[in-house]
């Protein structure tokens, strides 16, 4: 089984689970280092984020109290760092929801014939900090929620107009989220966000691979804790024969692992660890993924070669591979 089969494997098994996992008593918690939306019903656990908005809102209180409910974020908390320290981005490259949909897009548009659309370095270094933005209004605006300064309804301001909320339902059937919230000011203003941020996305997603990626927040806190990541993926740059297969493979048109040539650890902001362009790469020992600094997959020019001959004809040129 080749990577690209094994994570298709994974993706799907995780979409089930965190989809429809609690309708048979499945629950992982609200500590998920992905998209796995509180708002489907019968979810199988819960996206960090909408509980990090809850904790920071809240986080006074719950100190206060010194009690069940401080201690629980804690837990919690610490539950999240343990995962994503085992795991790294590999939440988002094979197991995230949302990552998987917008994969299903992908496969829908090279079904079609649609060319995918290129954006320019200079769009994206303009759009990837917009992941970090939305991470500091998830701090700021909670506590003000608490304090009283602002309403309920600022409650997790993310989840309100995350894309999520409005698609993942979709697969249980409901479409509640899709229709304008005429309850309060706040609440109508946030709905049309929410069909706006859905719209762009959609629409960004069929023309560009991974393009809530882009600016996703959940990827750009899984990004801060970096360092202590036991997964990573590292280069040998004296192996690297410099033909440009692991920029051409990445869905996240990532090309500093085909530019660096001095440092082994290649792992940057927007990577998802899909391992593609390790999959990719025909030289051998040239790039790996290492848990711990022991690599456990490795480039192989014998390993491309076969995927090569498998993808003969089934690809356009400008497609990747």
Not at 146 to 163: H, T, V
Not at 216 to 226: R, S, V
Not at 305 to 319: L, P
Request: glycine share 10%.
């Amino acid at each position: 089984m080749t990577i690209r089969r094994l994570r298709t494997f994974v993706q799907h098994i995780s979409f089930a689970v965190l989809m429809y996992g609690g309708r048979i008593g499945v629950n992982l918690g609200p500590a998920v280092p992905c998209f796995a939306c509180p708002f489907v019903a019968g979810c199988g656990g819960q996206c960090y984020l909408m509980g990090l908005q809850g904790y920071i809102g809240f986080g006074m209180g719950f100190a206060a109290l010194g009690g069940t409910l401080f201690f629980r974020a804690l837990l919690w908390m610490g539950a999240f760092i343990l995962l994503v320290s085992l795991f790294g981005k590999v939440w988002c490259g094979w197991v995230c929801p949302m990552g998987l949909v917008q994969d299903w897009v992908t496969f829908l548009r090279r079904k079609l014939g649609v060319r995918e659309r290129f954006i320019a370095l200079k769009t994206r270094n303009i759009i990837s900090p917009i992941k970090y933005i939305l991470l500091i209004l998830m701090c700021l605006i909670p506590p003000l929620v608490s304090a009283g300064l602002l309403r309920d309804d600022f409650y997790a301001p993310f989840c309100n107009i995350c894309p999520g909320k409005a698609i993942l339902p979709l697969f249980t059937g409901n479409t509640r989220y899709l229709a304008l919230n005429r309850g309060n000011t706040v609440s109508l203003v946030f709905s049309i966000l929410l069909l706006i941020v859905t719209g762009v996305t959609l629409t960004g997603m069929f023309f560009k691979e991974r393009f809530f990626c882009l600016f996703c927040p959940m990827l750009g806190l899984i990004n801060l804790l970096k360092p202590i990541a036991m997964l990573r993926l590292s280069k040998t740059p004296e192996f690297c024969t410099g033909c440009a297969n692991c920029r051409r493979a990445c869905p996240m048109d990532i090309d500093a692992v085909y530019l660096e040539r001095k440092k082994n650890d290649v792992q940057t902001g927007n990577c998802v660890d899909c391992f593609r362009c390790v999959e990719g790469c025909p030289s051998d020992d040239s790039l790996s993924v290492r848990f711990l600094g022991k690599p456990f997959f490795i480039s192989k020019r014998i390993y491309r070669a076969r995927r090569k001959r498998q993808n003969i004809g089934k690809r356009g040129k400008n497609d990747k591979l």
